[in-house]
C-alpha cells in the first residue's frame, strides 16, 4: 500500500498533504518565474503580457524572427475578413505564452515532471517561440500542392538555425541549447519519452499552436467562433496520459474541451474554408503552379508577403495567370465565383473521387472539365479546389476521471465530441469547389455531370 493509502493516480494535491509544499520544478526557469510579474513584458492581442527576458529579446530581436513580421498569418483571408491581416511574429509570441503556461500547470504533475526535466522545458520555450520560423508567405496552401522540390517549413526552418546564424547563437550562448534540438522538436528524428510529451504540446489535439490560432485568428477576423471556449479552465485541467506519452484532462475541463472542438469546426467551416477564401487560395495555388519552375523558391520563400506577392507578379506576366494575380493583387479586386460545392454528405462517391486527389492531377482533371463543358473557355476561366492530401489532426483526447481513478476517450463522455469529433473533420468542413472567372456563366449541374462522368474513367 503506498504511504498514502491510495490506490488510485496519485495528484500534487495528494503530496503536498504528506510530504508538505512542493517546489514548482521549472519555478527558476526565468520565463516561468516572469510569468506571474516582476518582469519585462510584451504586449499581444487580445490583452496578453508574454514575458520578454532577455534572452527571449535576443531571439525575437534577430534578423531571422523579425522576417515574421512580414508573413501574414492567414494569407488571403483577408480577402474576405479585412481585419485578418496579423502575422506569423504574433502568433509565435502567443504560442510561446501558451508554452509558459502549460508548462507551469503541467510541472505540478509529477509524472509530467519526472520524465521533462529543465532542459527539455527550455527546449519546449524556443520551440514554441520558433515554431513557425521556416514559414514563407502562403505557406499551408504551397505545401498542400506537394510539388518536387517544395520542402515542409518546419525542414525549411533549418536554413535559419544553420551555424553562423545570430540565431543559433543566441540558443547556444544564452539558452544552452542547440538548434539541432530545437529542429527534432519540430520536426522528429529522435525519439524519447521526454520529446514525445513535448511534442505532444506543441503539436496535438489540444496543443498551445490551436489554443492560439483558434482564438487569434478569430479575433482579427472579427468574429466569436474561435474564442467561445474557456482557455483557462482547459489549462488548468491539463495532466498527462495514461500511457505517459501525450496529453490529457481532467474531468474539470471536459466542457471547455467540446467548446473548443466546436470552435474549430466552426473556424475552419465559416473563416478557414469560407467559399470566397478558399476561391481567392486556389486562384494563387494555381498561379504558383504554373509559374514554380520558373521562380527561385529557396530565395522567394524567405521574402515577406510583399515582396513574395511582387515576384510572382513580375514572373507571372504575358502567362495565362496573369489574370488570376491581377484580380487577387492589382488595383481592383476580382475573385473568382462558386459554380457548385458538395461535402461528403451530398455526393459522396463524387467528393471521395477529388478530395485528396494530387494537384497535378487535379490541373489535368480540371483541363478536361473546361474542354468538356466549354471549349472555349481559357485555361484558369474554371478551377476546382478539393481537401488536399493532408488531413486534420482529429480530436482524440482522454478525460481522467480522479474518483473513479479511469481515462476515457472525450468522445465516449461527450454527445458534442461525437458527432464532430469521430467523424472524419476534414469531409464536412472542406468542401470540394468549382469556381468561374467573373463574367463566366456555365450550368452548375452540367458541371457536376461532367465531373462525375471524367472521373468514373
Known amino acids: 500500500m503506498h504511504p498514502l493509502g491510495l490506490s488510485r493516480i496519485i495528484t500534487p494535491a495528494d503530496i503536498t498533504s504528506f510530504y508538505g509544499p512542493m517546489r514548482h520544478p521549472y519555478e527558476d526557469i526565468p520565463e516561468i518565474a516572469a510569468l506571474h510579474g516582476g518582469g519585462a513584458i510584451v504586449r499581444i492581442p487580445e490583452r496578453l503580457s508574454v514575458p520578454f527576458t532577455p534572452r527571449v529579446r535576443a531571439l525575437v530581436d534577430t534578423a531571422e524572427f523579425q522576417r515574421l513580421v512580414h508573413v501574414s498569418q492567414l494569407?488571403?483571408?483577408?480577402?474576405?475578413?479585412?481585419?485578418?491581416?496579423?502575422?506569423?511574429?504574433?502568433?509565435?509570441?502567443?504560442?510561446?505564452?501558451?508554452?509558459?503556461?502549460?508548462?507551469?500547470?503541467?510541472?505540478?504533475?509529477?509524472?509530467?515532471?519526472?520524465?521533462?526535466d529543465v532542459h527539455h522545458?527550455?527546449?519546449?520555450?524556443?520551440?514554441?517561440?520558433?515554431?513557425?520560423?521556416?514559414?514563407?508567405?502562403?505557406?499551408?496552401?504551397?505545401?498542400?500542392?506537394?510539388l518536387p522540390g517544395i520542402p515542409a517549413h518546419e525542414e525549411f526552418a533549418a536554413q535559419f538555425l544553420q551555424p553562423g546564424r545570430e540565431l543559433s547563437g543566441h540558443l547556444r550562448d544564452l539558452w544552452q541549447i542547440e538548434p539541432d534540438e530545437v529542429l527534432d522538436v519540430l520536426q522528429p528524428r529522435t525519439d524519447t519519452p521526454a520529446l514525445r510529451l513535448v511534442r505532444s504540446i506543441l503539436s496535438g489535439p489540444i496543443d498551445?499552436?490551436?489554443?492560439?490560432?483558434?482564438?487569434?485568428?478569430?479575433?482579427?477576423?472579427?468574429?466569436?467562433?474561435?474564442?467561445?471556449?474557456?482557455?483557462?479552465?482547459?489549462?488548468?485541467?491539463?495532466?498527462?496520459?495514461?500511457t505517459g506519452d501525450g496529453l490529457a484532462l481532467s474531468s474539470k475541463g471536459k466542457t471547455a474541451a467540446e467548446l473548443m472542438v466546436f470552435a474549430r469546426y466552426v473556424m475552419f467551416s465559416e473563416v478557414y474554408w469560407h467559399h470566397a477564401v478558399r476561391s481567392a487560395t486556389c486562384m494563387l495555388t494555381r498561379s504558383f503552379y504554373e509559374?514554380?519552375?520558373?521562380?527561385?523558391?529557396?530565395?522567394?520563400f524567405t521574402q515577406?508577403?510583399?515582396?513574395?506577392?511582387?515576384?510572382?507578379?513580375i514572373t507571372g506576366e504575358g502567362t495565362p495567370v496573369a489574370p488570376l494575380l491581377d484580380g487577387l493583387f492589382g488595383s481592383k479586386r476580382r475573385l473568382h465565383k462558386r459554380v457548385c460545392e458538395f461535402s461528403h454528405a451530398q455526393q459522396?462517391?463524387?467528393?471521395?473521387?477529388?478530395?485528396?486527389?494530387?494537384?497535378?492531377?487535379?490541373?489535368?482533371?480540371?483541363?478536361?472539365?473546361?474542354?468538356?463543358?466549354?471549349?472555349?473557355?481559357?485555361?484558369?476561366?474554371?478551377?476546382?479546389?478539393?481537401?488536399?492530401?493532408?488531413?486534420?489532426v482529429e480530436f482524440r483526447v482522454d478525460i481522467y476521471s480522479p474518483k473513479e481513478n479511469v481515462y476515457r476517450p472525450l468522445s465516449t463522455v461527450s454527445p458534442v465530441v461525437a458527432a464532430l469529433a469521430q467523424t472524419q473533420f476534414d469531409d464536412y468542413v472542406k468542401r470540394v469547389r468549382v469556381f468561374a472567372a467573373p463574367g463566366v456563366n456555365i450550368d452548375p449541374q452540367s458541371v457536376l455531370t461532367a465531373l462525375t462522368e471524367l472521373t468514373a474513367k
Open 75 to 116: 494569407g488571403l483571408a483577408s480577402k474576405v475578413y479585412p481585419g485578418a491581416t496579423h502575422s506569423r511574429f504574433e502568433h509565435a509570441l502567443g504560442v510561446f505564452h501558451n508554452a509558459c503556461r502549460y508548462l507551469w500547470q503541467l510541472g505540478k504533475d509529477p509524472r509530467f515532471a519526472d520524465v521533462v
Open 121 to 146: 522545458a527550455e527546449m519546449l520555450l524556443a520551440a514554441a517561440l520558433l515554431h513557425d520560423l521556416g514559414h514563407w508567405p502562403f505557406c499551408h496552401p504551397i505545401e498542400d500542392m506537394h
Open 208 to 242: 498551445i499552436d490551436k489554443m492560439d490560432y483558434l482564438e487569434r485568428d478569430s479575433l482579427h477576423a472579427g468574429v466569436p467562433y474561435g474564442r467561445n471556449f474557456d482557455r483557462d479552465r482547459l489549462i488548468h485541467a491539463l495532466l498527462v496520459n495514461e
Open 291 to 300: 509559374l514554380s519552375a520558373r521562380l527561385d523558391l529557396p530565395a522567394l
Open 304 to 313: 515577406g508577403d510583399a515582396e513574395f506577392i511582387r515576384s510572382l507578379c
Open 348 to 392: 459522396p462517391d463524387l467528393y471521395r473521387a477529388l478530395a485528396g486527389r494530387p494537384y497535378v492531377e487535379l490541373q489535368e482533371l480540371t483541363a478536361s472539365l473546361i474542354a468538356t463543358v466549354c471549349g472555349s473557355l481559357g485555361p484558369t476561366d474554371l478551377l476546382i479546389d478539393a481537401p488536399p492530401t493532408h488531413r486534420e
